[in-house]
């Protein structure tokens, strides 16, 4: 006769020995990435430090040639050294379990945009938020996900006379799908495949300051909590983008 009590205890010590091996594996690899990324950082600095004391004391004997050539090394630095704190972002975020709490969409929208709005420097684009519905998710994460994408809006729009963004939600069976419009620079939809890639940018850095992480992070958070995501968009008309999230059960 099988003794089926010992099968699932043998079983369970099993997913349990696997359970452990993955999270030494990813421990591993967390470690190895902030390594990596300290053992990067460290030249970087030295780079940034030197082209700041050159600019300081010798600014007369470079000229003006030569200041403006170590300032874009020194403004080189600094964008490496934000890359590499992106990719790390992005990386962490493979590591992360999302937790699945019911969230207030619509006042989380709402203290985002608010939060904007009231930094320094930030144009006051006129945020139309519409009735949005909770869900399940991460609260953290998706805070992270729809301040990347009202950032974005923001950011493209703000050359537009009068910039205007709006938030709006769609239930579709047992998940919503959020979008965020804007009327800003847009894109061209013949590279809409490049938005969501890790460093991939469709607007040159001096136009549009940025990394290339943001979108790539918004689409693994939305990837983590089983939805996707997909933007439309159109040279000089704007841009928007939509995401899918579970509803709560």
């Known amino acids: 006769m099988t003794d089926l009590p010992g099968r699932d205890a043998q079983r369970t010590t ?3 020995d696997d ?3 993955l ?15 300290h053992d990067l950082r460290a030249p970087l600095r030295a780079i940034s430090g030197y082209a700041a004391l050159l600019l300081e004391d010798h600014a007369s004997a470079l000229g003006v040639g030569g200041t403006d050539h170590v300032a874009r090394i020194e403004a080189n630095a600094r964008r490496m050294a934000s890359m590499i704190d992106g990719f790390l972002d992005f990386l962490r975020l493979g590591y992360a379990v999302p937790d ?5 969409t619509a006042e989380l929208v709402r203290s985002i945009a608010r939060e904007l709005q009231e930094q320094p420097g930030s144009t006051r684009a006129a945020i139309h938020i519409d009735s949005l519905p909770p869900v399940r998710g ?3 994460m998706l805070r992270r996900a729809w301040s990347n994408l009202l950032s974005n809006a923001i950011k493209f729009s703000a ?3 009068e910039p205007e963004i709006l938030i709006s939600a769609e239930r579709r069976g047992d998940e919503v799908v959020f979008s965020i419009r804007d009327n800003g620079v847009g894109f061209d939809m013949t590279y809409a495949d490049q938005l969501f890639g890790v460093f991939n940018r469709l607007h040159a850095a001096d136009e549009f300051p940025g990394v290339g992480v943001g979108l790539a992070i918004v689409r693994r958070i939305v990837v983590r909590h089983g939805g996707r ?9 704007g841009a928007t983008f939509c995401f899918t999230l579970p509803l709560p059960q």
């Open 19 to 21: 359970k452990r091996r």
């Open 229 to 237: 995501i997909w933007a439309r968009g159109e040279p000089g008309n």
């Open 23 to 37: 999270e030494q594996e990813v421990g591993d690899l967390e470690s190895f990435s902030n390594n990596i990324a």
């Open 159 to 161: 050359r537009h006379p």
């Open 138 to 140: 991460d609260a953290t």
């Open 100 to 104: 699945a709490t019911e969230i207030d």
């Open 14 to 16: 099993e997913l349990l």
